[in-house]
């Protein structure tokens, strides 16, 4: 209810605003020279100047004329000292940009428009400028979040370095005066300041926010702003006006992140960022070392806190992990430009971070797509970061063995900390690969899928996690919307008990997985078990759900489940299968049947009677059967379901055979006893035996062929 009341205050505070708009809100548009802005915005100049140490080498002019009481000739100063001082190295700070996407991203704004999240927009106007709530033609918050985090504002200056279009840079000056004007600090007593105080739990979409978020603030100042103002500096068509309303902007953002920003999270390193990069870039602000100091030592502390021994961050994202790669290896960048020292410890944790990006690889070199993740292609990123930290093995492994050296250690690992257990038969690009998730649930971005295996071979993807396709309803997880169906088990390849998916866990581990107990790797198999203990929503009955996976090296996958029940569940085992899989059955076998391309039967074994379905693209009366490859792209995917009704705790047994094209015959021999599973394999004329407890205890798992 009360997410209901700030959504309305909101939405009557806009019709409000808009209906009172005079027939002078075009006038900022003409606000180019100092004179105009100090007589029309007077508080605020007073504002920059009470910011500004009068005392930095080269202010002496601003600092004398501040003194006879002269606030225009002191403006005025300012700026000629600003047009003059020399600072490229925070212009080398922008990510790389496409100069084609550049190109068309700046056609797009002198007119106006912008393209976000695939939606190319008329920008519609308010207040005389841009309506900076916009929420696209969706209404997705997301939209409106990057509206504000000014990122395509650098795709200008990438286009004006080959043309030299000062109407480039006119178009800049517009854009961030607008918002500038347009965006004071927010008052006392604005919304935004409740979801600043952490003691409610109110979050910015329950108020419609997406102007003044610390998170775009950190992306605005520690990607776009410094490095946009001394691109452009010494430009004419960069008006005084637009650098003395950057300069007073920048100082009321450094100044609210340095209040405001959060912790233990990954927008922390986003809003340091920025905080380090104003403080470095702007020392003439009699703040800026407490900003850069600051933001320095929270991030020293964030990236030991958020980022676990393994070198995991803890949200458990491949995607946000990222994240907060690129903006802890930011700080430290920005720091070395300027001059400054950044302790080895501190870089020691950026390798650690980008040696599970580098082990964590599909052999096509893209992500896994675990929680709040897409299928990003981690392989340029890689082998930039194994130059810079002389990392032969990550080449090896990003070029599948065409460049660097070739690692020391087995291609399969484990990440104990974060739960992870990546298989893999090899380096090249048509191996074995498998992510079986056995961690925490993660302090962010998480997805209810606990013990969901994703299943790669010869090239392509076979078994697959679902992806995030939409922020829109952002924390559901009610598989009848898009975002709750792709956050909840029913996207994932788990188990539903009583047709419901998994509750929340813990968000972070007490302590790391131990090899010998929980995991184990050897030259013939790796295996895994975990274990999901927190109860499935709705469900009164306890149930537990302990999962094993154990990869046969260039052979197949066994997975085994347990259930431990004390009454009769009815349980959906999900296998979701890549889109574009044709799905048949032979008895309770499921295989795709895709000729002249890879292949994967899935194979059921022990004392269970099965009812299997296949679905595809269904929206009602619940969503099942769809994959998002990347964020708002979605399409169907045939999802395979054993079905079955268990009348006490129960234990079976799942192999999955990948083949290069058909999939081959295959004899299987299962008996269970006295808490074992005793199978073989027969693959091709060639026999696996194995043995698997139900209980954890890798001692009695046995593999011999």
Same mark, same amino acid.
């Given at each position: ?61 601003? =600092? ?6 002269? +606030? !225009? ?80 504002? +650098?795709? !200008? ?108 999270? %990954? ?44 070198? !995991? ?25 300027? %001059? ?16 599970? !990006? ?66 893999? %038969? ?125 990869? $046969?090296?260039?052979?197949? &996958? ?23 899989? =044709? ?5 309770? $076998? ?19 009677? &099965? ?95």
């Amino acid at each position: 209810m009360m997410h209901q009341f700030f959504k309305s205050t909101v939405l009557l505070l806009s019709i409000l605003i808009i209906g009172c708009q005079g027939p002078d809100d075009n006038k900022w548009r003409n606000y180019n020279s100092t004179d105009k802005l100090v007589k029309e915005y007077p508080d605020r100049i007073k504002s920059l100047f009470s910011e500004l140490n009068p005392d930095y080498p080269g202010l002496e002019q601003v =600092k004398a004329n501040l003194e006879s009481g002269d +606030t !225009l000739s002191a403006a005025t100063a300012l700026v000629s000292y600003f047009r003059n001082v020399d600072r490229d190295w925070v212009v080398t700070t922008l990510d790389p940009i496409d100069e084609e996407q550049a190109e068309i991203m700046s056609n797009l704004l002198m007119s106006d428009s912008i393209t976000i999240h695939g939606s190319k927009v008329k920008m519609p106007y308010v207040n005389g400028g841009w309506k900076w709530n916009y929420t696209g033609p969706i209404k997705d918050d997301e939209f409106g979040y990057s509206l504000n985090g000014h990122s395509y504002l +650098t795709s !200008l200056y990438a286009t004006w370095k080959n043309t030299n279009d000062n109407n480039l840079i006119k178009t800049f000056d517009q854009i961030v005066k607008d918002w500038v004007i347009h965006h004071p600090l927010p008052e006392e007593g604005d919304s935004v300041y409740v979801v600043l105080d952490p003691n409610q739990r109110i979050d910015y979409r329950d108020i419609g926010e997406v102007e003044w978020r610390t998170l775009e603030g950190g992306r605005r100042l520690g990607a776009t702003w410094p490095q946009m103002f001394y691109a452009f500096h010494k430009e004419e068509s960069f008006s005084d006006a637009g650098i003395l309303l950057m300069l007073t902007s920048i100082a009321d953002q450094a100044n609210f992140l340095r209040q405001y920003h959060k912790s233990g999270h %990954n927008w922390t390193t986003m809003e340091m960022n920025g905080l380090a990069l104003v403080g470095l870039s702007f020392p003439e602000f009699s703040k800026a070392e407490d900003w850069s100091s600051y933001a320095l030592n929270v991030m020293s502390t964030e990236i030991n806190r958020q980022v676990y021994p393994d070198g !995991l961050q803890t949200e458990l994202s491949t995607k946000t992990q990222w994240v907060a790669l690129r903006r802890f290896e930011s700080v430290a960048n920005n720091f070395t430009k300027a %001059n400054k020292e950044i302790s080895q410890a501190y870089l020691d944790r950026i390798e650690d971070m980008y040696n599970y !990006l580098a082990y964590c690889m599909r052999p096509d070199g893209h992500q896994p797509i675990n929680s709040d993740s897409d299928r990003e292609d981690l392989r340029e990123r890689v082998l930039i970061a194994a130059k810079k930290f002389n990392r032969p093995d990550w080449e090896w492994v990003a070029t599948n063995g065409a460049l660097g050296q070739k690692p020391d250690q087995n291609p399969s690992l484990t990440f104990p900390w974060a739960g992870i257990h990546i298989t893999r %038969n090899g380096w090249d690009a048509n191996a074995h690969w498998s992510f079986f998730d056995f961690g925490a649930y993660g302090t962010g971005h998480q997805h209810r899928d606990k013990l969901h295996l994703s299943v790669v071979a010869f090239g392509k993807d076979l078994l697959v996690d679902g992806g995030r396709y939409t922020h829109e309803n952002y924390f559901s997880f009610d598989p009848k919307i898009w975002r709750g169906y792709f956050r909840s088990s029913f996207s994932h390849n788990v188990i539903l008990v009583n047709g419901k998916g998994q509750d929340e866990g813990p968000t972070m581990a007490a302590a790391p997985l131990e090899e010998g107990i929980d995991f184990i790797h050897t030259d013939l198999y790796d295996y895994a078990y975990g274990t999901f203990n927190d109860g499935f929503e709705g469900v009164d009955t306890r149930v537990v759900h302990s999962r094993s996976v154990l990869y $046969v090296h260039d052979q197949f &996958w066994v997975v085994m489940d347990n259930l431990e029940t004390d009454q009769p569940i009815d349980i959906q085992a999900l296998w979701h299968y890549t889109p574009g899989r =044709k799905i048949s059955f032979k008895d309770d $076998v499921a295989f795709s049947d895709n000729p002249g391309e890879p292949n994967l039967k899935i194979v059921p074994l022990g004392d269970v009677s &099965w009812q299997t379905d296949v679905v595809e693209g269904q929206e009602e009366p619940f969503i099942q059967g769809w994959y998002s490859r990347d964020y708002t792209i979605k399409e169907p995917n045939p999802a395979v379901i054993y079905a079955s009704k268990l009348e006490k705790s129960q234990s079976f047994i799942w192999v999955l055979v990948p083949s290069e094209d058909v999939s081959p015959e295959i004899q299987t021999r299962h008996q269970q006893k006295s808490g074992l599973h005793t199978i073989s394999v027969s693959v091709d004329g060639k026999t696996t035996h194995i043995t698997l407890p139900v209980k954890k205890d890798i001692s009695k798992v046995k593999v011999s062929q």
